[in-house]
Nanobody, 122 residues
């Protein structure tokens, strides 16, 4: 089992920045690819970014490329999502996920955090 706990969400003005963290416990963190997703009101869960266990492979959704940065610290068992130039349409619940295979679909991930709310005001 892997337990994931997100933190760092909150209310920010448009153009601002936030850093989300996702702390992992349980099995060996570096064995897992990590992903960030979000789900807005009445929307499907949307892929944002993914990073392989060794951090050698990183991919972003077009909607956040150039604004969001995913990183991880295997020593700290934590994955991060740095978000810059935030827009009101970025408002959503943000989730981190862990999976043994690297991918863009939610189905590639086995373990999920409880989510953290990000609200961007205009």
């Amino acid at each position: 089992q892997v337990q994931l706990v997100e933190s760092g969400g909150g209310l920010v003005q448009a153009g601002g920045s936030l850093r989300l963290s996702c702390a992992s416990s349980g099995r060996t963190f570096s064995n897992y690819a990590m992903g960030w997703f979000r789900q807005g009101p009445e929307k499907e869960r949307e892929f944002l970014a993914t990073i392989s266990g060794s951090a050698t492979k990183i991919r972003y959704a077009d909607s956040v490329k150039g604004r969001f940065t995913i990183s991880r610290s295997n020593a700290a068992n934590t994955v991060y999502l740095h978000m810059n130039s935030l827009k009101p349409e970025d408002t959503a619940i943000y989730y981190c996920a862990a999976g043994s295979s690297w991918g863009f679909s939610p189905t590639a991930y086995t373990y999920w955090g409880q989510g953290t709310q990000v609200t961007v005001s205009s």
